[in-house]
């Protein structure tokens, strides 16, 4: 069973006399800032020149300075900008501004562990990685309510690296829910596969799969839409409250049947392995090189696919359904 940590097993007073300097204000960094401070905990955030956040984050009342003067009037460095610009922004002007005996942390270990950064020995490492979006970290706080999360411990330089990151798990809610210790491979390793295999890419085709097999056989796409994308939501819903028991009790029998007989025929021996290759190219770093190339030529490939899948026929089907729904809070992202 993995250890698990609450609140009850963190002192939140090894933050207090410290100042947390929160790089970045997107997903996470709003979200990590806004917890800290209505913890009590002194916090800056660092950002760059002409960033479109800056903005955002002083409206909410936070002190904004480049990121390199955030570093050098910090103790702790929480790193919340996007993996791929953590290396440069490291390099330029984290590195530069580290006192041996801060504490540098991420929320996700992907440039520590395929070392695109590497941290001086006199400074503990730490990763806080709440498990869900920023948007939700921030309203389950306020509501009282807090997100897991995972804790580890890269560099333990001053002793207490540990106290330090627990103290700040709970400062941004996560103790409230249920703090696992792991290693920043083992976070970096699942997190990657998951989003690859089942969360993101795993689910998208899968759906896109669904709703095309019935568009081609001639069914109306709106019809398609609803059965394969739609209801998703409410079928993970059920999962997410009591688990694939609780799912399968609440569909009726014959849907439960189908799912018995032909779930293994979709995700069969092909799948199986095909996850395999993707877990042994998360693990031996194959992915991490492809992913840090496209980021150095511009992002050729992924502009080109983000492009063809905005345009498919799914994608305004499914804006024209949710017109017809107005309860829905339905949201649009920004044209890339
Ligand atoms: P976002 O893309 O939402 O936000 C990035 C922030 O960094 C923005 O404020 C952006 O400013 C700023 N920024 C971008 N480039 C630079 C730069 N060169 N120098 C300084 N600031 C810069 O990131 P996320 O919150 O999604 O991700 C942050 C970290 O959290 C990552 O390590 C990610 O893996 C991890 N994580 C993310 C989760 C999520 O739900 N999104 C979940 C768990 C972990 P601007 O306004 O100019 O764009
Ligand atoms: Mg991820
Ligand atoms: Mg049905």
């Not at 006399?17 to 009590?40: I, P």
């Not at 739609?230 to 079928?235: G, P, Q, R, S």
């Not at 399968?248 to 290759?277: H, L, N, W």
């Amino acid at each position: 069973m993995a250890q698990v940590y609450y609140d009850k097993d963190a002192n939140q007073e090894v933050l207090k006399g410290k100042t947390v300097a929160v790089l970045g204000y997107g997903s996470q960094g709003h979200a990590h800032a806004q917890n800290l401070k209505d913890s009590e905990v002194s916090v800056v955030v660092g950002l760059h020149q002409g960033s479109r956040s800056a903005s955002v984050a002083k409206e909410d009342g936070f002190e904004v300075l480049p990121v390199s003067e955030a570093v050098a009037k910090s103790d702790v460095v929480m790193v919340l900008l996007p993996d791929t610009a953590q290396p440069s922004v490291y390099k330029d002007s984290i590195a530069p501004n580290l006192r041996p005996g801060m504490a540098l942390a991420f929320a996700h270990g992907f440039a520590v562990h395929y070392h695109q950064i590497e941290p001086p020995a006199d400074v503990d490492v730490f990763m806080v990685a709440p498990k869900s979006p920023g948007h939700i970290v921030r309203r389950l706080y306020t509501q009282g309510k807090g997100t897991p999360g995972l804790l580890a411990v890269h560099n333990d330089a001053t002793g207490s690296a540990r106290e330090v990151g627990m103290a700040y798990a709970s400062a941004i809610g996560c103790g409230r829910a249920g703090v696992i210790e792991t290693t920043f491979q083992e976070e970096t390793e699942t997190d990657l596969f998951g989003e690859q295999a089942v969360l993101c890419g795993g689910v998208t085709e899968l759906m896109k799969a669904g709703f095309e097999t019935l568009v081609e056989a001639g069914y109306q796409p709106e019809i398609a839409y609803f059965e394969c994308l739609n209801e998703m939501k409410l079928i993970v819903d059920l999962i997410y409250e009591g688990g694939l028991s609780w799912m399968r009790y609440s569909i009726s029998d014959t849907a439960e049947y189908g799912d018995m007989v032909a779930g293994p025929r979709v995700i069969g021996d092909e799948s199986r392995a095909a996850m395999k290759v993707l877990l042994k190219e998360v693990q031996d770093g194959t992915f991490a090189k492809d992913w840090i190339l496209e980021n150095q030529v511009g992002r050729p490939r992924m502009k080109a696919w983000r492009k063809r899948e905005a345009s498919q026929k799914l994608e305004e089907v499914g804006a024209d359904l949710r017109d017809m729904m107005p309860w829905l809070e339905s949201k649009k992202a920004p044209k890339q």
